[in-house]
């Protein structure tokens, strides 16, 4: 058993440091997606993970595997697509579903292009599905500040977030915080996204955003403790991928994500709000 589930962590360094971004993204990125759930965004969250792309990919161009042109790149991208899907739905006849799909698709073609004209395929799986056995000290650093921001955020603007999710337009007439927390909101999950496509890439990053926070959603109805469940699935996905990825030779960031889809798969059936429990209750309340 501890040659199992300790001493992987125990004798590399790799899966130590592997260890401790996984968890901190997930104590970062799991609330930030039970609200993106609960606001009915979920998809938006997938949208902004292939918006940070072109930024990324020309980051990593220009200066190889290093986070801080990469984090740069990735925030100038994500906050253009932002901007550019708000203003789009706002000054036109667009809905912001679909301009959000019309900007991510054009950042998710540009920055395979820019990857393709001057990088490698090996280049592209780099930027695409990242390479969390390989977080160096930087990396850790740059996950440790983006929790710090995001837990603190979400601890200043908690009451406004839960009560937008109830009802953004009851927010926007009572208080003047409705159209600021939205855009604070939007900044965390890009900041999120960003944070975690070093380590899982762009495309997978999303996956320990939302996976948890679904899973979550079959056990609770309630915010505080549906974000504690969803970090603690975080957790375990983190824990269990890491080990299958040493023990079966597995790529690390799918195995992550594989992990948090069991978990959700199985709470789909098992959940208090699952469909084996709903069956129950209906049962009894027709035998009643």
Known sequence: MYDFLIAPFVEFGFMQRALAGSLMLAIS??????????????????????????????GFLLYGLQIVPMTIGGLIAGAIVALGAGAVSRFTV???????????????????????LRGSSVDLMHVLFGTVLALNDDALTLIAMITGVTLLTLAIFWRALVAECLDPLFLRSVSRLGTPVHFIFLGLVVLNLVGGFQALGTLLSVGLMMLPAAAARFWTTRAGPMCALAILIGFASSVAGLLLSYHAALPSGPAIILSSGVVYLGSIVFGTRGVFNTRIRHHRHRTA
């Open 29 to 58: 990125a799991c609330p930030v997606g039970v609200f993106l759930m609960l606001r009915r965004m979920s998809l938006t969250g997938d949208a902004m993970a292939h918006a940070i792309l072109p930024g990324a990919a020309a």
């Open 94 to 116: 667009q809905k912001e579903d679909a301009s959000m799909a019309a900007f991510y698709l054009i950042s998710l073609a540009a920055g395979v292009l820019i990857v393709s």
